[in-house]
């Protein structure tokens, strides 16, 4: 069974983090997926930044 890893690590423009403890591992990950799930696919990423390009 995978448990996830043990360690935790983020950056952001304050600094990094390093967690150990599992509930903030776990609330990384989630917040991790989260953001996975925010995310435009490479080929809606690519069509957004070529409407921005000729709006501009």
Do not use: N, T
Request: proline share 5%; charged share 30%; glycine share 8%.
């Amino acid at each position: 069974m995978d448990e996830g890893p043990d360690i935790g690590y983020a950056e952001c423009p304050a600094g990094e983090i390093h967690v150990e403890a599992a509930d903030q591992v776990r609330d990384l990950m989630l917040r991790f997926e989260r953001l996975i799930g925010a995310c435009l696919s490479p080929e809606e990423s690519a069509a957004l930044i070529a409407v921005a390009r000729r709006e501009s």
